[in-house]
């Protein structure tokens, strides 16, 4: 499958996918500059982590922008997959493609650890390799990822299976103790209504391997590989 | 010549820990008399033209694309004329 990683000025988790998808997974990667417009060819679209634009404004708000956004977005509308990951959650939050916002840290501290997610719905495209209520294990690096919605919002992302991702405990349960920046309803990823959008704040580029703690970042590469696989 | 102040403030629903953590230090001060702190941002704009009331309408599309997120804040601006020296 033919994965395209968006880099922007600031983008620093863009090799990190890179090694991911490519050296890991042995699939076909290449780098989009943010100036560039071309997508073709492509099967899924990864904004990856960083400080674009220093965070200046809003963390996203700049690079919301680019150029090449407007070809993600024609992308995104087209039905093809598309995947922000930290920094690329908040740009797709800012360009709509997303609903809700990423605010400061409610402990205004930046946090590098690992998390326990919990899988709340294993049938989307990012999901399908994940079994029910699955707990992985993925790290987070940000300094503002608090999942902020308003009641409409939230009630149909939770109404519509649109929470992907939910910060717990290791045994699963949704605690406060496990939520790492005050996100409401713990969340840490989300789908758009058609499914084929996902923002998510811990880094699965990051756990792609033993040697760095964990490989459980795969199982969204792995998802994303067979649905595109299956769709073929 | 004009000079917009935007002011860039959080919804009175959003959360914000920044203005509680500037309370508390505010209280631990010895500042008893604050009751709120909400935290925003002061943005200073030199634009040219003539028209005060397109001004202010450009002013209004900023804020809206790019000044300010509407899903979490609110803002609001002052234009005044400056004279070019």
Avoid at chain 1, 175 to 192: V, Y
Wanted: hydrophobic share 35%; aromatic share 10%; proline share 4%.
């Amino acid at each position: 499958m033919k994965f395209g990683i968006v880099t922007f000025p600031g983008t620093w988790s863009d090799g990190d996918c890179y090694y991911s998808l490519g050296n890991i997974l042995e699939q076909d990667v290449r780098y989009i500059w943010h100036k560039d417009t071309d997508l073709s060819g492509l099967d899924c679209v990864v904004l990856p982590g960083g400080f674009s634009y220093g965070d200046y404004l809003r963390a996203g708000a700049i690079a919301r922008f680019s150029a090449v956004m407007p070809a993600v977005e024609r992308f995104a509308a087209g039905g093809k997959l598309v995947i922000g990951i930290c920094n690329g959650f908040q740009i797709l939050c800012e360009a709509g493609l997303l609903p809700g916002a990423l605010m400061t840290n409610s402990h205004l501290q930046y946090r590098c650890q690992w998390t326990n997610l919990k899988v709340e719905n294993h049938n989307s495209p990012f999901t399908n390799q994940s079994t029910a209520g699955q707990v992985i294990k993925v790290p987070i690096s940000h300094h503002g990822g608090n999942y902020y919605a308003d009641e409409r919002t939230l009630e149909d992302l939770e109404k519509n299976n649109r929470v992907l991702f939910r910060y717990c405990e290791s045994n699963g349960e949704i605690s406060a103790g496990s939520n790492p920046n005050g996100s409401m309803h713990n969340i840490a990823g989300i789908i758009n209504a058609r499914g084929n959008v996902m923002g998510m704040m811990p880094h699965p580029e990051r756990a792609c391997e033993p040697l760095l703690g964990g490989s459980d970042g795969n199982i969204i590469w792995k998802s994303i590989i067979r649905y595109l696989t299956n769709k073929v | 010549m004009y000079l917009a102040k935007v002011y860039i403030t959080l919804k009175p629903t959003v959360n914000d820990p920044q203005g509680l953590t500037i309370k508390g230090a505010l209280h631990n001060l010895g500042f008893d008399t604050v009751k709120s702190v909400r935290y925003g941002k002061y943005m200073e704009l030199q634009m040219e033209g003539e028209d005060i009331a397109r001004a202010g309408e450009q002013v209004k599309e900023m804020c809206r694309k790019l000044l300010a997120n509407t899903v979490i804040e609110n803002f609001s601006f002052e234009l005044e004329e400056m004279k070019i020296t």
